[in-house]
C-alpha cells in the first residue's frame, strides 16, 4: 500500500509539474527546435535547358524550404562546399530579435563563411507567415542559392481566411553569364551592364530557346530541351478545390506580373503580415516581396491553363516564364490548347501604382502606427559616374561595404575602419528636377552609416528619379533588414514635404520589410528603432546593390549581447575575440 501511495503521489507532483511548465510557456503548444545540416556547393544544372554551374543547397535550387511553427528555433548548420569562394545566408523578413549576428549578412552582421568551414546560425522566427532566404555575399543570390522560410500558426489557432491546400512559388530571373562575369562587368571602365536576363524561371524552371545561341559551344548538348531541370513548374489542382500559393519573388533585376489564365487571385497575405482582401488578375511583384494569394479551382476541369510570368516596368526582350495549372486528372504534359495570356503593357506604371496603394492591413489585424515620427530622412536615388564608374547612390552618395564588418566595429568600438560621418539626410529638394539627367558632379563613395536612436520613430522618403539615361526612371524594390515599417503612401512626381504628409495613411496601413519606389515616384515609409543591432537598407536588384545603392542604420548597439566568435575572422575582427 505504501508503494502504491507513493507511486500515485509521484504522478500527481509529474502533473503538476508538467501544468506549471505549460503555463510558463503560456499554452499547450511547446516551440520545437528544427535543425537542419546544409552543404552549398557548386553543380551543373539546366534551369532553362542551358547547362551551367548553379550554387546549390544540399543538390537542391531552390534549395530545401524551411517549415516551421510560430516561436520555433532554426539551427542551421552550413558547410561551404564552394571551394574557392566565401558565402553567407540572410534570413529575410526574419526580424532577428535577439540576434543580430545571425541576419547573415556579410560585411554588415558578420565575416563571411570560407570554404570548407561550417557555420551555425541559430535563430527564433517569431511571426508566422511568407519569408525567404538567399545569399548575401556578392551577387550570389543571382547563381541559384534561395529558398522559402513558412511558419505557420502555433497548433489550435487560425488565420482569417480558408483555404484546402498550400503551395509555394518562387519567381526568378536567370542569366547565363556567370555572377563573376557580371560583377567584372559593373566595375569596369567603360561599364558593361548585365543587360536583360536570358529567362524567367518558375520555382526554378523555365525554357530557354536554344536556337537562338549566338555563342558558338565546344560542348554537345550544352543546351537540352529535353532536360528533367527544365521541364515546366506544374501546379496539379482538384477542381472545386481553393488553393493558397505563396508567391515571392527573388529576381536579380526584373519587376514581374504574375497571371493564372482564366483564375483570379485574391491577395491575402503581404510580407508576412494579413492583406485586407482584394482580388487580381495581374499580381505585380518585386525582388524580395511574398505575397499569399488564394485561387479556386472553379474554371473548365477538362483542360489545363497557362501560368505566366512577365517583365514590366523594363522594356522586355526576355521571353514569358510558362507553368501548367494542372487540372486533376489531366495528364501533367498536357498543354493548354490556348496561347498564353498577354503580358501588361511594360511601361504603363499606373496599375502597378494602384495594386501598391490597394494593400491595406486586414481589418482585424491592424497595428496602428506611431501619429508622428521623430526623424525624417529623404533618400534620392540617382545614378552617378564616380572616378569613371557608373555607380547608383543614394543622395549622391555611393554605398561601399567595410572590411570589418559593422556590427563588431560599433560593438568594439572600432572607429577607424568606417567613415564616422553619417551620409545625408536629404537633397536639394527645391533646385533638383527629378525629370532630367543631372550632372551629379558632388557624387561621392562612402561606407558612413546612419545612427538612430533607440526606440525613436523613422520616416523613410524614398524619392525616385531619372538615370543618366533621358526619360528613364526604374522601379527599385528597397529591403529594410531587421525590421517591419508601416507603408505610409505612395505617389508620383517629386514628394512635397508640406502636403503630402497630410495624406499618408495612419489609419490601416500594411506592414511590410520590402516596398517598391516606382518610376519618377516615391513611396514613404515609418519604423522604429527598436532592434538592437546594424541592419541593411538596400535596393534588393542585385546589380543596384552591389553598385552602391544601399546603406547600414544602428540602433541601441549598447543593448546588443555578446558577439559570437563564429561571426569573426576577417578584416580587423581577426584575433579579436576574447573567452
Given at each position: 500500500?505504501?508503494?502504491?501511495?507513493?507511486?500515485i503521489?509521484r504522478?500527481?507532483?509529474?502533473?503538476?509539474?508538467?501544468?506549471i511548465i505549460?503555463?510558463l510557456?503560456g499554452?499547450g503548444a511547446e516551440?520545437?527546435i528544427r535543425?537542419y545540416?546544409?552543404e552549398?556547393?557548386?553543380e551543373?544544372r539546366?534551369?532553362?535547358?542551358?547547362?551551367k554551374?548553379?550554387i546549390?543547397?544540399?543538390?537542391q535550387?531552390?534549395g530545401?524550404?524551411?517549415?516551421?511553427?510560430q516561436?520555433d528555433?532554426?539551427?542551421?548548420?552550413l558547410t561551404?562546399g564552394l571551394?574557392?569562394?566565401n558565402?553567407?545566408i540572410?534570413w529575410?523578413?526574419?526580424?532577428?530579435?535577439?540576434?543580430p549576428?545571425?541576419?547573415g549578412t556579410?560585411g554588415?552582421?558578420?565575416?563571411?563563411?570560407?570554404?570548407?568551414?561550417?557555420?551555425?546560425?541559430?535563430?527564433v522566427?517569431?511571426r508566422p507567415g511568407?519569408y525567404?532566404?538567399?545569399a548575401?555575399?556578392g551577387?550570389?543570390?543571382?547563381a541559384g542559392l534561395?529558398?522559402s522560410?513558412?511558419?505557420s500558426l502555433p497548433?489550435?489557432?487560425?488565420e482569417?481566411?480558408?483555404?484546402?491546400?498550400?503551395?509555394?512559388?518562387?519567381l526568378?530571373?536567370?542569366y547565363?553569364?556567370?555572377t563573376?562575369e557580371q560583377?567584372v562587368?559593373?566595375s569596369s571602365i567603360?561599364?558593361?551592364?548585365?543587360?536583360?536576363p536570358?529567362?524567367?524561371?518558375?520555382?526554378?524552371?523555365?525554357?530557354?530557346?536554344?536556337s537562338s545561341?549566338?555563342t558558338?559551344?565546344?560542348?554537345?548538348?550544352?543546351?537540352?530541351?529535353?532536360s528533367?531541370d527544365c521541364?515546366p513548374?506544374?501546379?496539379i489542382?482538384?477542381?472545386?478545390?481553393t488553393?493558397?500559393?505563396?508567391?515571392?519573388s527573388?529576381t536579380?533585376?526584373?519587376a514581374?506580373?504574375f497571371q493564372?489564365e482564366g483564375?483570379?487571385?485574391?491577395?491575402?497575405?503581404a510580407?508576412?503580415?494579413?492583406?485586407?482582401?482584394?482580388?487580381?488578375?495581374n499580381?505585380?511583384?518585386y525582388?524580395?516581396?511574398t505575397y499569399?494569394?488564394?485561387v479556386k479551382?472553379?474554371?473548365?476541369?477538362t483542360?489545363?491553363?497557362?501560368i505566366?510570368?512577365?517583365?514590366?516596368?523594363?522594356?522586355?526582350?526576355?521571353?514569358?516564364?510558362?507553368?501548367?495549372?494542372?487540372?486533376?486528372p489531366n495528364?501533367?504534359?498536357?498543354?493548354?490548347?490556348?496561347?498564353?495570356?498577354p503580358?501588361?503593357?511594360?511601361?504603363?506604371t499606373?496599375?502597378?501604382?494602384?495594386q501598391s496603394q490597394?494593400?491595406?492591413a486586414?481589418?482585424?489585424?491592424?497595428?496602428?502606427p506611431?501619429?508622428?515620427s521623430e526623424r525624417v530622412?529623404?533618400?534620392?536615388?540617382t545614378?552617378n559616374?564616380?572616378?569613371?564608374?557608373v555607380r547608383?547612390?543614394v543622395?549622391?552618395?555611393?554605398?561601399?561595404?567595410?572590411?570589418t564588418p559593422?556590427?563588431?566595429?560599433?560593438?568594439?568600438?572600432l572607429?577607424?575602419v568606417?567613415?564616422q560621418?553619417?551620409?545625408p539626410n536629404?537633397y536639394?529638394?527645391?533646385n533638383?528636377d527629378i525629370?532630367?539627367?543631372?550632372?551629379?558632379?558632388n557624387?561621392?563613395?562612402s561606407?558612413g552609416?546612419y545612427?538612430?536612436n533607440f526606440n525613436?520613430?523613422?520616416?523613410i522618403?524614398?524619392q525616385?528619379?531619372n538615370t543618366?539615361?533621358p526619360?528613364?526612371?526604374?522601379?527599385?524594390?528597397?529591403?529594410?533588414?531587421?525590421h517591419d515599417?508601416w507603408?505610409l503612401?505612395?505617389?508620383?512626381g517629386?514628394?512635397?514635404?508640406f502636403?503630402?504628409?497630410?495624406k499618408?495613411?495612419l489609419?490601416?496601413?500594411?506592414m511590410?520589410?520590402t516596398?517598391?519606389v516606382?518610376?519618377?515616384?516615391?513611396t514613404?515609409l515609418?519604423f522604429?528603432a527598436d532592434?538592437?543591432?546594424?541592419?541593411?537598407?538596400?535596393?534588393?536588384?542585385?546589380?543596384?546593390?552591389?553598385?552602391?545603392?544601399g546603406?547600414?542604420?544602428a540602433e541601441?548597439?549598447?543593448?546588443v549581447g555578446?558577439?559570437?566568435?563564429?561571426?569573426?575572422?576577417c578584416?580587423e575582427t581577426?584575433g579579436l575575440?576574447?573567452?
Amino acid at each position: 500500500m505504501v508503494l502504491l501511495s507513493e507511486r500515485i503521489s509521484r504522478a500527481i507532483l509529474l502533473l503538476c509539474l508538467l501544468g506549471i511548465i505549460g503555463l510558463l510557456n503560456g499554452s499547450g503548444a511547446e516551440a520545437r527546435i528544427r535543425r537542419y545540416k546544409w552543404e552549398v556547393k557548386y553543380e551543373y544544372r539546366s534551369p532553362d535547358c542551358l547547362k551551367k554551374l548553379v550554387i546549390t543547397i544540399n543538390g537542391q535550387t531552390p534549395g530545401p524550404t524551411i517549415r516551421a511553427q510560430q516561436n520555433d528555433t532554426i539551427i542551421i548548420e552550413l558547410t561551404n562546399g564552394l571551394l574557392t569562394e566565401n558565402v553567407a545566408i540572410h534570413w529575410h523578413g526574419i526580424r532577428q530579435i535577439g540576434t543580430p549576428w545571425f541576419d547573415g549578412t556579410e560585411g554588415v552582421t558578420q565575416c563571411p563563411i570560407l570554404p570548407g568551414t561550417t557555420f551555425k546560425y541559430q535563430f527564433v522566427v517569431d511571426r508566422p507567415g511568407t519569408y525567404l532566404y538567399h545569399a548575401h555575399y556578392g551577387m550570389q543570390r543571382a547563381a541559384g542559392l534561395y529558398g522559402s522560410i513558412i511558419v505557420s500558426l502555433p497548433d489550435g489557432q487560425s488565420e482569417p481566411f480558408t483555404y484546402d491546400y498550400d503551395r509555394n512559388i518562387i519567381l526568378n530571373d536567370w542569366y547565363h553569364k556567370s555572377t563573376y562575369e557580371q560583377a567584372v562587368g559593373l566595375s569596369s571602365i567603360p561599364f558593361q551592364w548585365v543587360g536583360e536576363p536570358q529567362s524567367l524561371l518558375i520555382h526554378g524552371r523555365g525554357r530557354f530557346n536554344c536556337s537562338s545561341l549566338t555563342t558558338p559551344t565546344l560542348e554537345n548538348g550544352v543546351c537540352n530541351t529535353t532536360s528533367p531541370d527544365c521541364s515546366p513548374f506544374r501546379l496539379i489542382v482538384v477542381p472545386g478545390k481553393t488553393y493558397r500559393l505563396r508567391i515571392s519573388s527573388l529576381t536579380s533585376l526584373s519587376a514581374l506580373s504574375f497571371q493564372i489564365e482564366g483564375h483570379n487571385m485574391t491577395v491575402v497575405e503581404a510580407d508576412g503580415h494579413y492583406v485586407q482582401p482584394f482580388i487580381v488578375s495581374n499580381l505585380f511583384i518585386y525582388s524580395g516581396e511574398t505575397y499569399s494569394v488564394l485561387v479556386k479551382a472553379d474554371q473548365d476541369p477538362t483542360r489545363n491553363y497557362w501560368i505566366t510570368s512577365n517583365i514590366v516596368s523594363r522594356q522586355p526582350t526576355t521571353p514569358p516564364g510558362l507553368g501548367i495549372f494542372n487540372y486533376y486528372p489531366n495528364h501533367p504534359r498536357r498543354s493548354p490548347p490556348t496561347i498564353p495570356p498577354p503580358a501588361p503593357i511594360w511601361n504603363y506604371t499606373q496599375p502597378r501604382l494602384v495594386q501598391s496603394q490597394a494593400i491595406k492591413a486586414h481589418q482585424d489585424y491592424i497595428h496602428t502606427p506611431p501619429s508622428r515620427s521623430e526623424r525624417v530622412i529623404v533618400f534620392l536615388n540617382t545614378q552617378n559616374r564616380i572616378n569613371g564608374n557608373v555607380r547608383w547612390s543614394v543622395n549622391n552618395v555611393s554605398f561601399t561595404l567595410p572590411h570589418t564588418p559593422y556590427l563588431i566595429a560599433l560593438k568594439e568600438n572600432l572607429t577607424h575602419v568606417f567613415d564616422q560621418n553619417p551620409p545625408p539626410n536629404g537633397y536639394d529638394f527645391m533646385n533638383y528636377d527629378i525629370f532630367k539627367v543631372q550632372e551629379n558632379k558632388n557624387a561621392t563613395s562612402s561606407n558612413g552609416i546612419y545612427r538612430l536612436n533607440f526606440n525613436s520613430t523613422v520616416d523613410i522618403i524614398l524619392q525616385n528619379a531619372n538615370t543618366m539615361n533621358p526619360n528613364n526612371s526604374e522601379t527599385h524594390p528597397w529591403h529594410l533588414h531587421g525590421h517591419d515599417f508601416w507603408v505610409l503612401g505612395y505617389g508620383a512626381g517629386k514628394f512635397d514635404m508640406f502636403n503630402d504628409p497630410k495624406k499618408y495613411n495612419l489609419v490601416n496601413p500594411i506592414m511590410k520589410n520590402t516596398v517598391p519606389v516606382h518610376p519618377y515616384g516615391w513611396t514613404a515609409l515609418r519604423f522604429k528603432a527598436d532592434n538592437p543591432g546594424a541592419w541593411a537598407f538596400h535596393c534588393h536588384i542585385e546589380s543596384h546593390f552591389y553598385m552602391g545603392m544601399g546603406m547600414v542604420f544602428a540602433e541601441g548597439i549598447e543593448k546588443v549581447g555578446k558577439l559570437p566568435s563564429t561571426i569573426m575572422g576577417c578584416g580587423e575582427t581577426q584575433g579579436l575575440y576574447r573567452p
